[in-house]
């Protein structure tokens, strides 16, 4: 035991006087990934914001079809423009968002109560910044429609309600957390990795890098024991990784309040107890990361073959990300006991402040435990093997 | 005390086995500087490293203290002090700090360390490095700093790999003057060399290897002796048949 503490401490005061790694793994590392998510978030807030309370601008081709519509539409307050000559072009080119057609034959249609057409012309495949714009033409052309609608009615002697036979309302139940569950999709992948991978140097550096540098085998001459050095280097590895986790953290929680999402009805609960609890989730991942990059580490005849594996690694805790992306599923107790898919599971699960269950609690840090204690018995194997301190 | 007896170990490659060492026995005494000569590839280093217990052999004995390796090999491990061909030193730590990792991976206490990190900084004459980070030590700054690592225990044997290996010409008889005091404290003695001239000037005994096999071993006047030769290393180049790989 003694063995473990005095190698897991020679690592990390290694690794901290090593300050180009320091740097870039403790400080740019946990700054970069919320600084930009942050600022992503920041982006889509505003321009969310702007395009729902800014004045409606809107180009329309043929005004002179359907003049009350324009005066309707500028009562409603839409800065109504002229279209430019040849709309669809604009449109392709993205000069406009949206501009409204107004068919020729409007007014004979209009007068022979037949249903007057009016085009309204976008590009859905930029639904992402347009879509806000489209949907309150859609709504002000719609509302249009229903007024004139039921004062040919009323006109007629018909009650207007006997046209809407139905009606429809939504009701939301989902809360501002929940909601902004969906923007922060993302950020469980970020998180898992960062305490996936953030052992990487260490863990390499500490085994290949030593093997490398040719003072492992006078390492394994001490008559420490090869499981207990093993340990001490995977622990200093799991502990640099938390340490880099808990500063990324750290920074999610300081800046992600200063953003405006209360404006778009979005609360983004992430402060101390959260971010706590996202690290205990993360506990299991950090070791399970630091054994299996010793163990690849013990196991590539070189620093350059160790880390041609840790590059494939990279694209294993985005497999549960993508499948869910491309499948959002409903969280069962099962997935949780499933490596990264389990860790996103409950980051969101903490994202969209939902209450977690002890047995929750239990399956996720219990499966994540085993699995890191399984691979950690398979590096203790491996590096028993002779040729582990010969190198090549 | 070091004990050797017939050891062998072979290696699997794409081109086949290889006998790296191939019966292989010999007695380190106490008290006594024992000499590992032979070419380069003679299976010296394979030796050592089965005598050190990084490798285990595939046949054969090796008793350290009368301490059977294969059966306690940290106890074994205890009482040697090694310096194994690969000698790398950490960069980011200072001398000072090099060693005493060391001293606690052998489960002393820090005050001993101190203790003896301070006897092996006089003797090895590095006052000046002592506190120093080792990135940028020279190579002889960088094997006195790996040997005092490797004495931090106080062990009563000594195995060192080619200790001369990439020293000049001050080192080396500084070095050669240490082992001698280690031999003068009573400790066993035991390196491996290429360099006949080295093992010459300093060895109570001399165990020449070639093919992974022992082919002459006594003291050096029982060489000359036994061979016939005047010279040491036309004895040498007698006992393993030719002048290959030989300086």
């Known amino acids: 035991m003694r063995a473990v503490l005095t190698v897991w401490a020679k690592e990390l005061i290694d690794t901290f006087r090593d300050r180009r790694t320091v740097l870039t793994s403790l400080l740019m590392g ?155 999709s993302f950020l469980p992948y970020i998180l898992i990795l960062g305490a996936f991978l953030g052992a990487m140097h260490v863990a390499m550096d500490s085994t290949a890098g ?134 996103n599971q409950m980051i969101m699960k903490l994202v969209r402040a939902e209450t977690i269950g002890a047995l929750e609690w239990g399956i996720a840090l219990g499966a994540g435990l085993a699995l890191a204690a399984i691979v950690w018995a398979l590096a203790a194997r491996l590096y028993r093997r002779e040729q582990l301190a010969i190198s090549a | 005390m070091l004990e050797v007896e017939n050891l062998h170990k072979a290696f699997r490659t794409k081109t086949g086995t290889v006998r790296a060492v191939d019966g292989v026995s010999f007695r380190a005494a106490d008290g006594e500087i024992t000499g590992l000569l032979g070419p380069n590839g003679a299976g ?47 960069k980011r730590l200072t001398c000072r700090e090099n060693i005493a990792y060391f001293g606690r991976l052998h489960g002393m206490a ?7 990190t301070d006897a092996l900084v006089s003797a090895l004459d590095m006052g000046e490095i002592a506190d120093r980070r080792t990135e940028g030590f020279s190579q002889g700054q960088r094997t006195k700093t790996a040997i005092a690592r490797a004495l931090v225990h106080d062990p009563r044997n000594v195995i060192l790999d080619e200790p001369t290996n990439g020293l000049d010409v001050m080192t080396t008889r500084a070095l050669r ?36 096999r022992v082919v002459a071993n006594g003291s050096a006047e029982e060489l000359r002796a036994a061979t016939g030769e005047a010279s040491l290393e036309d004895a040498f180049v007698k006992a393993i048949g030719s002048a290959e790989g030989l300086h």
């Open chain 2, 177 to 212: 003057e240490f082992l001698k005091r280690l031999r003068a404290e009573g400790r066993c003695v035991l390196f491996s060399s290429h360099v006949m001239q080295e093992v010459a000037a300093l060895c109570d005994r001399i165990v020449i290897i070639a093919h992974g």
């Open chain 2, 44 to 90: 010296k280093t394979t030796a050592l490293r089965m005598l050190y217990t990084l490798m285990a052999p595939d046949q054969g004995a090796i008793r350290v203290d009368g301490i059977d390796v294969a059966k306690d090999p940290t106890a074994a491990r205890r009482r040697l002090g090694v310096l194994p061909d690969a000698r790398g030193i950490y």
């Open chain 2, 110 to 116: 820090e005050a001993e360390i101190a203790r003896r």
């Open chain 1, 30 to 184: 946990p700054l970069l990934g919320p600084l930009l998510l942050a600022g992503m978030l920041s982006m889509m807030v505003s321009q969310q914001v702007d395009r729902a309370e800014r004045r409606l601008e809107l180009p329309v081709a043929g005004a002179e079809h359907a003049p009350n519509l324009v005066a309707w539409l500028k009562r409603q307050g839409v800065d109504v423009k002229d279209a430019p000559a040849d709309v669809d072009r604009a449109i392709r080119r993205q000069e406009l968002d949206v501009v409204l057609v107004i068919a020729p034959a409007f007014a004979d249609d209009w007068r022979a109560n037949r249903p007057a057409l009016v085009e309204v012309v976008h590009d859905a495949s930029r639904a992402q910044q347009t879509g806000v714009t489209i949907a309150r033409v859609k709504a002000l052309i719609a509302q249009y429609g229903a007024e004139i609608g039921s004062m040919r009615l009323v006109a007629r002697g018909v009650h207007p309600g006997v046209s809407s036979p139905i009606a429809v309302a939504e009701r939301d139940l989902s809360t501002p957390e929940a909601r902004s569950g969906m923007m922060l």
């Open chain 1, 210 to 343: 030593e093997r490398e540098r040719q003072s492992l085998e006078p390492l394994l001459a001490t008559p420490a024991a090869r499981a207990a050095i093993m340990s001490g280097k995977l622990a200093a590895a799991a502990s640099f990784a938390l340490i880099a986790l808990a500063l990324t953290l750290a920074a999610i929680v300081v800046t992600f309040p200063l953003m405006p999402t209360d404006k778009i009805g979005m609360k983004i609960d992430l402060g101390l107890p959260a971010a706590l609890r996202m690290f205990a989730v993360l506990v299991p991942i950090a070791l399970f990361g630091a054994a299996l990059l010793t163990l690849i580490s013990a196991y590539a005849k070189s620093y350059k073959e160790a880390q041609s594996y840790t590059s494939l690694l990279l694209l294993l805790p985005m497999i549960p990300t993508m499948v869910l992306l491309v499948n959002p599923v409903k969280t069962e107790a099962w997935m949780l006991a499933v490596p990264f898919l389990g860790q």
